[in-house]
């Protein structure tokens, strides 16, 4: 089945950065927008940001603007959340996941049922 696999996650101390990695398995990612979310303890899943399929554009929500950074490597099949200025809400978990239509359309507002091919996450712990 297609999936993403997540990595990068881990502690970071508030102010610090991390780059997250999301490789589409089983899954060409090109012209596919991909999506990142993320879930912390307690709340509902959110989105971060979302890219186009290449040459398109980046959306991100309003909690990470000039902080966080996503691309993509089509070559790689993989895209990536550059995350700076790490604030303690950003912990959570962090997915990712893809629009399965060919050059659909990012959505960054619940309900996210226009993406599939959920990974397992990678943790983001921001702590002093």
């Known amino acids: 089945q297609p999936h993403f696999v997540e990595s990068g996650g881990g502690l970071a101390q508030p102010g610090g950065s991390l780059r997250l990695s999301c490789a589409a398995s089983?899954?060409?990612?090109?012209?596919?927008?991909i999506g990142w979310f993320r879930r912390a303890p307690g709340k509902e899943r959110e989105g971060v940001s979302c890219i186009l399929d290449s040459g398109g554009g980046t959306y991100y929500a309003d909690f990470v603007k000039g902080r966080f950074i996503i691309s993509r490597d089509d070559a790689k099949n993989t895209v990536y959340l550059q995350m700076n200025g790490l604030k303690a809400e950003d912990t959570a978990v962090y997915y990712c996941?893809?629009?399965?239509?060919?050059?659909?359309?990012?959505?960054?507002?619940?309900?996210?049922?226009?993406?599939?091919?959920w990974g397992q996450g990678t943790q983001v712990t921001v702590a002093s």
């Open positions: 996941a893809a629009v399965p239509t060919v050059q659909g359309q990012c959505v960054m507002t619940s309900p996210y049922d226009v993406y599939d091919y």
């Open positions: 089983g899954f060409t990612l090109d012209y596919h927008p």
